[in-house]
């Protein structure tokens, strides 16, 4: 009950497991809610300003100092650029690994969360098709570590090999918007059956 509770009242508006995850480490079902509503309507706004502030400084730099940022400059790299320029060489410095130990946070994230949705949802299900287990026999934990572990390698050399499938794109962002528009209206479509359909699982 409390998976699929949590699972339900998030999944439309994350369809992200490593976050699903985070709401489900709360100690029931009303403080996965109101920890995801939180969410919601504070922490998506304030990083939605945080993420355009870099844009914001640059278009106020660029009117009062008109020759302090090149006219050719990529929207790709502002952030970057004006992060140099506020904060100096060694506070730049900081900036950096603060979103490179953001991105490796995320990535391991996922990588967890891909890890225990292959042990729990396609490799459970297989060794019950195959008759090897019974829905009712407790899980073997060592044995599920090690197809978690070898789920997070298979996984991780699959998204670096992702690299060269989308290094066709110009930009990041590009890579980014097709792979959701590829795989959102399938996952989305899963999860509103799920939600609504006590069968559907």
Known sequence: FWEDGIAG??????MNMGLIMRFMATKNVHEGRKAATINILFMLPISAIVVG????????????????????????????????????????????????????????????ATAAIWVNDVDRPIMLWLKKIK???????????????????AFTILGVAAVYAFNSYPTVYQAHAFFHATLTPPLMIAIFFGAFWIKFT
């Open 53 to 112: 502030g870099g844009g914001w400084v640059a278009k106020a730099i660029s009117v009062k100092f008109l020759n302090l940022l090149p006219p050719d400059l990529n929207p790709d790299s502002v952030f970057v650029v004006i992060s140099n320029i506020i904060t100096g060489p060694g506070v730049f410095g900081f900036v950096i690994a603060a979103i490179a130990a953001a991105l490796m946070s995320t990535v391991s994230t996922l990588l967890n």
């Open 135 to 153: 829905k009712n026999d407790p899980v073997d934990e060592k044995r599920a570590m090690v197809i978690a572990r070898t789920a997070t390698a």
């Open 9 to 14: 009242s998030v999944g439309f508006l994350f």
